[in-house]
């Protein structure tokens, strides 16, 4: 197996540059002024493996680098998303956890958004989520969860001590993790006969649809397909069963993966995949075209904000998301454009956003005098936070929104 960041990590081949974003800290990373001269740097490069089909980062920092006792991002904290891991745990309970002694397996578990439902009903759960600090909070909660990485090794730990899982499951984490070998064959030494792993992300199909750029930032080395995604489990036995498109993050998408033969195919998986080849998923061409619209995204925006700058309007912008990262770092915006980022999330609030250094101030203070524009960094919770920012609407406000394409609205 050939190493470095120009092989792809599923099938070896080389990979082709499909979009440079130039250099990018940790999107999670939120510093103090203290620590500005030691921040880290990476390459964020965009790569297409011609061979599979996988989209993947090609440099990738270190593990340690983002998921540590201090990670930055509670799952908590959407109302909207807490509701949609309700339903998906209902389905799950509903689906593959009918027979006694059920055992489910999460990883990525965060602070219990999803695990708490199982653990609520009474059933055998198991998370797994290496961020202690996040960890910890579902442990509070009296959720199982161990602070580890997972991978093969930790699955035949599990198996040992717990059995094998009827259901196994992740929500935005299988693209988190670059040995994705690993975390398959434990997958495979994890399930039981008849059981699934059901996991979602965000969508490649969405990302090139909607220019939805800043989903590509260190956390996600992955940008999955059908098409990528039948290829890598069948390279371990297992196959693609059935796959449903889903409204969260802009535009994931949850694949129900089965032992080879167990589980009949949906329709639903043959269509995908004759969409995507409708997209151009299989063709270099189609990120050249990625590339042109993110840099065409990157120029409107800009000059939008220099426009309002120059007359005097004042812009703050709304959520400082991982997301936010890539799209203040690749397109330059830094103080000047954007007074501060407003967050609802404690430990981010009083430090500076990563790379690009802008404030992160408490939601309060978009609140105590309202800005003539916010740029909606969050604009995968759009709905959420439109619906319940009324007042600034009614004072005047209006919102910044730069996918699918950079507008005004309100
Ligand atoms: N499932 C939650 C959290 C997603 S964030 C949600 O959808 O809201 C991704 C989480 O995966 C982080 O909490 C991170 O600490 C965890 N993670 C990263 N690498 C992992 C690995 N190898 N095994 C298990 N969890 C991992
Ligand atoms: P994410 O898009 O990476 O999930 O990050 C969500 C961030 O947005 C998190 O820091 C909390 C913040 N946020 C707000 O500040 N206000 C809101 O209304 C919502 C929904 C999120
Ligand atoms: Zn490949």
Redesign the pocket.
């Known amino acids: 197996m050939k190493n470095g960041d120009n092989y792809c990590r599923v099938c070896n081949a080389e990979l082709k540059l499909a979009v440079p974003f130039g250099k990018m800290p940790i999107a999670n990373g939120y510093l103090t002024k203290d620590d500005f001269d030691k921040e880290y740097f990476f390459e964020l490069q965009l790569g297409f493996c011609p061979n599979c089909y996988m989209v993947q980062l090609m440099t990738q920092p270190d593990?340690e680098k983002?998921?540590?006792e201090n990670?930055a991002?509670f799952?908590?904290t959407?109302a909207r998303?807490a509701a949609h891991?309700k339903e998906f745990a209902d389905l799950v309970i509903k689906g593959y956890l009918q027979s006694a002694n059920s055992f489910v397996v999460?990883?990525?578990?965060?602070?219990g958004?999803?695990l708490q439902h199982f653990a609520n009903s009474g059933i055998r759960h198991l998370g797994?989520?290496?961020?202690a600090n996040?960890?910890q909070v579902a442990i509070d909660k009296g959720i199982r969860t161990i602070t580890?990485?997972?991978?093969e090794q930790?699955a035949g730990e599990i198996v040992e001590e717990y059995g094998q899982a009827n259901a196994f499951l992740?929500?935005?984490?299988m693209c988190?993790?670059p040995?994705l070998h690993s975390?398959v064959a434990g997958v495979n030494i994890l399930l039981k006969p008849e059981g699934v792993l059901i996991f979602?992300d965000p969508y490649l199909g969405d990302i090139l649809e909607k220019t939805s750029y800043d989903q590509i930032y260190d956390?996600h080395a992955f940008y999955f397909s059908v098409t990528s995604t039948s290829y890598l489990f069948e390279q371990h036995g297992l196959e693609v069963v059935d796959v449903q498109p889903q409204n969260v993050?802009g535009g994931s998408m949850r694949y129900v993966i089965a032992h080879q033969g167990a589980r009949p195919v949906s329709i639903a998986v043959v269509a995908q995949r004759a969409k995507e080849d409708a997209l151009g998923l299989r063709n270099a061409e189609t990120f050249e075209g990625l590339r042109k619209n993110i840099e065409h995204s990157r120029d409107a925006l800009l000059n939008l904000l220099r426009n309002l700058k120059q007359n005097g309007k004042r812009v703050v912008g709304y959520a400082a998301t991982s997301k936010s990262t890539t799209v203040t770092n690749y397109c330059g915006i830094t103080s000047d454009l954007v007074e501060f980022i407003s967050d609802t999330t404690p430990i981010k609030q009083g430090k500076y956003s990563p790379g690009a250094h802008i404030p992160i101030r408490p939601y309060a203070e978009f609140q105590a005098r309202y800005p003539d524009y916010a740029l909606l960094f969050g604009w995968n919770h759009a709905e959420e936070i439109i619906a319940k920012e009324q007042q600034f609407k009614a004072a005047g406000g209006k919102w910044i929104v730069y996918v699918p394409k950079v507008q005004v609205v309100g």
């Open positions: 593990r983002m998921f540590h990670y991002f799952s908590s959407s998303m891991f999460e990883i990525g578990s965060n602070d958004i999803m797994i989520e290496p961020s996040v960890a580890r990485f997972f991978d930790l992740g929500a935005n984490v988190h993790i040995y975390v979602e956390e993050h």
